[in-house]
């Protein structure tokens, strides 16, 4: 394994040209990499405000740009040398402490009579109990309330499983009223730089018919395809690149690894095993959040991708319950985390995965 401390995401052609022969072979099945080096010539005039922000006029003549795409999926991201060195600074955390705190009292404080409750009724945890969403992304759709309001407050392990646990006793009721919505999905909004329009920490709940949403489904129909071709699997070779490159760590039964193609700044997946359920994620996901706070970040996003809750006729054997969580920027920067480049092109980050494995390993 490639030792992380010393690595860079500028030097990753160089670093995946050092992986062990086998880890190799998977990562060229995987990706493709490109080094690139961007020009320019700045007035005079601009120096101060240069070096003021970058360090030096050097720094910004030359940069190294790494471009990474996921062969099999088509995500990607561009890398610049000169963003990823940058020092992060989350302006917004005094403003939005008083915020969470100001909050306190709000109808997540008191579920019970403050959110309506799903025709099943509610399901009730140590950590936590379901009301549903009062508007809906889709026929079930339901939300997990904190009993902890601050969201900012540790993760435990345990109390994560307990989420998990009661988020998929409230899937396994909404399949029971309807046997046809079997697709289930679970995120996380933390903050309103997240989307997240209410404060109190919670989860949000969806079951779908016909078909799994379409980035899950996208994702298992890219994985199948890929053993079909090789009689490799893709989750496992993904896995092993990272490893090797020092990005990932294990943490039980779940694999925790910095993205090498992440969708916004800080990507961590955590991969479980096929056949199993999310409860393994527990730990790795509680790790990951406790790394992305190490880093300073405040708002974050994480989606659960998992198989159906019932058989649909569709080949699920070789895909795991998988988390991935984002770091959403500084809650008090008014400028956009995403525009068109990440939405219709390829993800531009600012963040080096190695500098997230790092974290992800002192946590």
Known sequence: MIPAMTAAIADLEDLLGRLPAETSAAARRL?????????????????????????????????????????????????????ARRPMEVKGQDEVRRTIDSSRGDPFCQPETGTPADPFGRVRGEHGVTASNIAKYDGYHGVLVFNEHDPLAPVSEEAMRDHLATARGWATRALEEDPGARYYFLMWNSLWRAGGSIVHGHMQMTTTRGMHYPKV????????????QGGHDYFDDRWAVHRDLGLGVEVGRARVFASLTPVK????????????????????????????????????????????????????????PMARLVDRGDPGNRTSDIGAMEL?????????????????RST
């Not at 030359?62 to 890398?79: K, Y």
């Not at 959040?289 to 054997?317: C, F, K, Q």
């Open 344 to 360: 219709y092109a390829a993800s531009v980050i600012s963040s080096d995965p190695f500098r997230v494995a790092d974290a992800l």
């Open 265 to 320: 700044e800080r990507e961590i997946v955590v991969l479980g095993r096929p056949g199993e359920d999310e409860s393994t994620l527990a730990g790795g996901i509680a790790r990951a959040v406790s790394a992305l706070r190490t880093l300073g970040v405040i708002a974050h996003n994480m989606a659960v991708y998992l198989p159906p809750l019932a058989p649909d006729g569709e080949d699920w054997r070789r895909f795991p």
């Open 217 to 228: 489904e996208a994702l298992r129909r890219a994985a199948i395809a890929y053993g079909e």
């Open 31 to 83: 990706y493709g990499v490109t080094t690139t080096v961007g020009r320019l010539d700045p007035p005079a005039e601009m120096t101060g405000w240069i070096e003021k922000l970058f360090g030096s006029v050097a720094s910004v003549r030359e940069q190294r740009i790494v471009r990474v795409t996921d062969l099999i999926t088509l995500e990607g991201a561009l890398f610049n040398e000169l963003r």
